[in-house]
């Protein structure tokens, strides 16, 4: 770990400056999602810097820079909301979710005890999802629209104090489960909805104003569980190893896909892709769960088997890195085609952005969604497959809690109606 680190350390500053000169007046905040996508890229860089294949990534993640900046800078609107259309509904929807969500972390708690307490929180944190708890996995996995359903409440509901109830249990639940995603993923989300001016109506300004002045100390406090759960898995990995280097090395984990990928016999294993099979591995979690298809083994994890000459890694568990956006550009459409493929992904991230930024409110359930969907998109980047998987299990698992919620709120109003007779 320290040995990577010191010998790519200096190329990842660099490279993360270099990038962030290059994108940070599209950056919301330090919280924006699109960060990691930054970092991703800096430490594909970096780590790529002793192969040849450096000059496809350099010349991917250019061509990527050069769509993204195409699309105007978003402007984000300061009209307020005049009436919240479907509040009722996103309240009874939240609920229903957040009862969900309880009854499965609790169950996973119970299956596997608790995972920030372990000798090995990652470890634990994955192992948990045995056979047989596949959908559950899928649901669980969803669970930032619940948070961003939870946040937004905090703030346009009257009903603050039940949702500020849900936002601790949520919290608290997501940092037992040892997960630094979750931690960071509970600021971003919370910072992108604060900067948000046009749903902060005059009645509740002070509400934010509240916010501002204790927000430093909710920074901290995640702050420090974030670093307590990286140096705790460092100290596992890599017994006495120095805390400094691992947060170094957590953070140019982002872009370890190039270790494996940068070496020749890794790349001639794909040899053979073309983009035919490019729909069909982009879209397989669809085609798999629908029993269309065999579930592929995931490109990260061919890699890994590949990288270290073995038919098989783990008994329980699949791992490997996530195959950035210039890496399936490569297999699926060779140097020439990744590098216009890295362009036009360029292209459509910052187009969508941009349309997400400046979305004109007319419901605040449509507004919830259009929230995860900024959040969604360096997803996509990062394992676009996945990306697709996640909007598939959307609609499959989260639809039956939306039609539920809809037939509670009609009981409501039609029980409403016949009181008032």
Request: charged residues 15%.
């Amino acid at each position: 770990m320290e040995e990577l680190v010191l010998r790519f350390g200096l190329y990842y500053i660099f490279f993360s400056f270099l990038l962030f000169f290059l994108f940070k007046k599209y950056l919301l905040s330090i919280f924006d999602p699109f960060l990691f996508t930054v970092l991703m890229m800096a430490s594909s860089l970096s780590l790529s810097t002793d192969s040849y294949f450096f000059f496809y990534v350099f010349f991917s993640i250019l061509a990527f820079t050069i769509g993204f900046r195409l699309i105007k800078l978003p402007v984000r609107s300061d009209i307020k909301i005049e009436k919240l259309v479907d509040l009722q509904l996103l309240e009874i929807f939240t609920i229903l979710f957040f009862i969900l969500y309880v009854v499965l972390s609790l169950y996973f708690l119970k299956l596997s005890g608790v995972p920030l307490f372990s000798d090995n929180p990652t470890e634990a944190k994955i192992s948990r999802f045995v056979e047989g708890t596949g959908w559950m996995r899928r649901v669980f996995f969803l669970s930032n629209f619940l948070l961003i359903c939870i946040c937004l409440l905090l703030i346009v509901s009257k009903k603050r104090f039940l949702f500020f109830v849900m936002f601790i249990t949520y919290f608290l639940l997501s940092i037992l489960q040892g997960s630094k995603s979750g931690a960071l993923g509970i600021v971003a989300v919370f910072w992108y909805l604060y900067q948000q001016n046009n749903i902060w109506s005059d009645s509740v300004i002070y509400i934010k104003r509240l916010i501002k002045s204790k927000m430093k100390y909710f920074l901290i406090v995640t702050a420090v569980l974030f670093l307590s759960i990286v140096i705790k898995e460092a100290e596992i990995e890599e017994e006495g190893g120095n805390p400094l280097f691992a947060i170094g090395f957590r953070l140019m984990e982002f872009g370890d896909v190039m270790i494996y990928y940068k070496t020749q016999i890794v790349r001639d294993s794909f040899a053979n892709f073309n983009f035919i099979d490019y729909f069909l591995y982009e879209f397989n979690s669809i085609f798999g769960m629908l029993r269309l298809t065999d579930y592929y083994e995931p490109m990260g994890y061919q890699m890994v088997k590949t990288y270290w000459s073995t038919s098989s890694l783990f008994d329980d568990v699949v791992l490997g890195p996530n195959t950035v956006f210039f890496v399936r550009g490569h297999i699926f459409f060779g140097y020439v085609g990744g590098i216009i493929y890295s362009f036009i992904i360029g292209v459509l991230a910052a187009y969508f952005r941009k349309k997400i930024i400046e979305i004109k409110i007319t419901s605040i359930f449509k507004y919830a969604l259009a929230v995860y969907g900024f959040f969604l998109i360096p997803a996509f980047l990062k394992e676009f497959n996945q990306a697709i998987g996640t909007m598939f299990d959307f609609v499959f698992y989260l639809g039956p809690i939306f039609v539920l919620s809809l037939i509670v709120k009609e009981s409501f109003n039609k029980n409403k109606i016949i009181i008032e007779s």
